[in-house]
């Protein structure tokens, strides 16, 4: 019987082949039964960060899921830009998610507005794929910097909401609306301010009609909102403009008028 060759060209080959199959099947093994796992985990850090948006912080895992349950009441999606509507001692605030570029690679962010009349910043959470430790990565990593934007106004004009006041500068000239970029990170701030511009000004024109179709309920009409409860949303068995709330005058289906005017 002969010997085998262990210096042979063959046996090398043979041997990296089998190593090689043997390894990539271990690794696959072990990333599928991790899986689940990391997607849990890149799920409860995106509900961290709307969290950290809404000046929520240092919560472990199982109270941030029960924050954020508590919390966001419905989300939304248009545009390829998600939304989540949330309400925090009985006020509305909705939540806005940003991508942009930064000066290496890719960041992003959360900014919660509130107020009808005139909407300002909540709260604000940015991150970033790979900006300069101490420099650019400020954005995520100075909570200091990121507070600086809490009750900046954001648009020019409330009642239309396509032009966004908002922005990060150099130099503040008018500290309603503008925040100082962060020291020796001019392009990354560059970016954040490019990031804020456009996808505010598409939450503006996008997420009053969003949560219309989001909170309201099929049953009820276009433009009623079932939190709101305002004059006119009735479910569709009811009369235009009457509301079982109010219980007013013919306001029933015709077969329960008869019930109505007994009550």
């Given at each position: 019987?002969?010997?085998?060759?262990?210096n042979s060209n063959a046996y090398?080959?043979?041997?990296?082949?089998?190593?090689?199959?043997?390894?990539?099947?271990?690794?696959?093994?072990?990333?599928?039964?991790?899986?689940?796992?990391?997607?849990?985990?890149?799920?409860?850090?995106?509900?961290?960060?709307?969290?950290?948006?809404?000046?929520?912080?240092?919560?472990?895992?199982?109270?941030?899921?029960?924050?954020?349950?508590?919390?966001?009441?419905?989300?939304?999606?248009?545009?390829?830009?998600?939304?989540?509507?949330?309400?925090?001692?009985?006020?509305?605030?909705?939540?806005?998610?940003?991508?942009?570029?930064?000066?290496?690679?890719?960041?992003?962010?959360?900014?919660?507005?509130?107020?009808?009349?005139?909407?300002?910043?909540?709260?604000?959470?940015?991150?970033?794929?790979?900006?300069?430790?101490?420099?650019?990565?400020?954005?995520?990593?100075?909570?200091?910097?990121?507070?600086?934007?809490?009750?900046?106004?954001?648009?020019?004009?409330?009642?239309?909401?396509?032009?966004?006041?908002?922005?990060?500068?150099?130099?503040?000239?008018?500290?309603?609306?503008?925040?100082?970029?962060?020291?020796?990170?001019?392009?990354?701030?560059?970016?954040?301010?490019?990031?804020?511009?456009?996808?505010?000004?598409?939450?503006?024109?996008?997420?009053?009609?969003?949560?219309?179709?989001?909170?309201?309920?099929?049953?009820?009409?276009?433009?009623?909102?079932?939190?709101?409860?305002?004059?006119?949303?009735?479910?569709?068995?009811?009369?235009?403009?009457?509301?079982?709330?109010?219980?007013k005058e013919g306001c029933c289906p015709?077969?329960?008028?008869?019930?109505?005017?007994?009550?």
């Amino acid at each position: 019987m002969s010997k085998l060759k262990t210096n042979s060209n063959a046996y090398i080959i043979i041997y990296s082949t089998i190593l090689v199959v043997i390894v990539a099947f271990l690794l696959a093994f072990v990333y599928q039964a991790l899986k689940p796992m990391q997607d849990a985990n890149v799920a409860l850090d995106v509900k961290k960060q709307i969290l950290y948006s809404l000046n929520i912080r240092d919560l472990d895992g199982a109270e941030a899921e029960a924050k954020y349950a508590e919390v966001v009441k419905a989300e939304g999606e248009k545009d390829g830009q998600k939304y989540y509507l949330c309400e925090i001692d009985g006020e509305d605030i909705l939540v806005v998610s940003l991508k942009g570029m930064g000066l290496w690679g890719g960041i992003s962010g959360y900014v919660s507005i509130h107020g009808d009349e005139t909407p300002v910043v909540y709260g604000a959470y940015f991150n970033h794929e790979g900006e300069t430790a101490g420099l650019g990565a400020e954005i995520k990593d100075s909570q200091a910097w990121q507070e600086r934007f809490i009750g900046k106004k954001v648009f020019v004009d409330p009642a239309d909401g396509s032009e966004v006041a908002l922005s990060v500068v150099k130099k503040v000239e008018d500290p309603e609306t503008q925040v100082d970029c962060v020291t020796g990170a001019t392009l990354t701030s560059n970016g954040v301010n490019d990031m804020l511009k456009s996808g505010l000004q598409n939450a503006g024109k996008n997420a009053v009609e969003l949560f219309i179709k989001t909170v309201c309920t099929p049953d009820q009409k276009e433009g009623c909102c079932q939190a709101g409860k305002k004059e006119g949303c009735c479910q569709a068995d009811k009369k235009e403009g009457c509301c079982q709330a109010e219980k007013k005058e013919g306001c029933c289906p015709a077969e329960n008028q008869t019930k109505a005017e007994e009550e």
